[in-house]
T-cell receptor
């Protein structure tokens, strides 16, 4: 049972345009959501997070939106750069929980 | 430099052999984790430890064992009972705020 789903295995975007990566979750007890970025043969690195008490969090070119009623979050990258090409994982955890559930990832290609 | 150190980077296992993957952190985090990543898949939780001398099974613990004798160290043993061990293994530690920091990973292959 996948509690965190990233339904798009890959996404291709032109440099300078917006990249939108989507994530859906099923467990209404999740209250903290994170995005990680991963390059091949490396560990994931933390990108941005959002608490369930917010619906938007912004950090430079990266913005995460949370729609609790739809159990959906998205990561917007504007403008996209070739160095953003990587696999992006959506993750979620519950209140005080030590377990974090990861999605399967979306591979982003940013074309120059 | 603070961070998570995993070793070795590449590891080969013979049939029937147990192998141990090392994970050390100097971030002073209480919680540590082991994940497995297979091609085209996300991260699946093997074991996690919230504090020294305590650990819990994750979603795919069968064929694996761990210990947490020191705060800095959380080694993972892949036993001969794990019939499909070929994968990329990631260790992480977690801040109080819930952010996980990952090591560079160990790629395990079967000879």
């Amino acid at each position: 049972d996948q509690q965190v789903k990233q339904n798009s295995p890959s996404l291709s975007v032109q440099e300078g345009r917006i990249s939108i990566l989507n994530c859906d979750y099923t467990n209404s007890m999740f209250d903290y959501f994170l995005w990680y970025k991963k390059y091949p043969a490396e560990g994931p690195t933390f990108l941005i997070s959002i608490s369930s008490i917010k619906d938007k969090n912004e950090d430079g070119r990266f913005t995460v939106f949370l729609n609790k009623s739809a159990k959906h979050l998205s990561l917007h990258i504007v403008p996209s750069q070739p160095g953003d090409s990587a696999v992006y994982f959506c993750a979620a955890s519950g209140a005080g929980g030590f377990k974090t559930i990861f999605g399967a990832g979306t591979r982003l290609f940013v074309k120059a | 430099d603070g961070g998570i150190t995993q070793s070795p980077k590449y590891l080969f296992r013979k049939e029937g052999q147990n192998v141990t993957l090392s994970c050390e952190q100097n971030l002073n985090h209480d919680a540590m984790y082991w994940y497995r990543q297979d091609p085209g898949q996300g991260l699946r939780l093997i074991y996690y430890s919230q504090i020294v001398n305590d650990f819990q099974k994750g979603d795919i613990a069968e064929g694996y064992s761990v210990s947490r004798e020191k705060k800095e160290s959380f080694p993972l043993t892949v036993t001969s009972a794990q019939k499909n061990p070929t994968a990329f293994y990631l260790c992480a530690s977690r801040t109080q705020g819930g952010i996980q920091y990952f090591g560079a990973g160990t790629r395990l292959s079967v000879l």
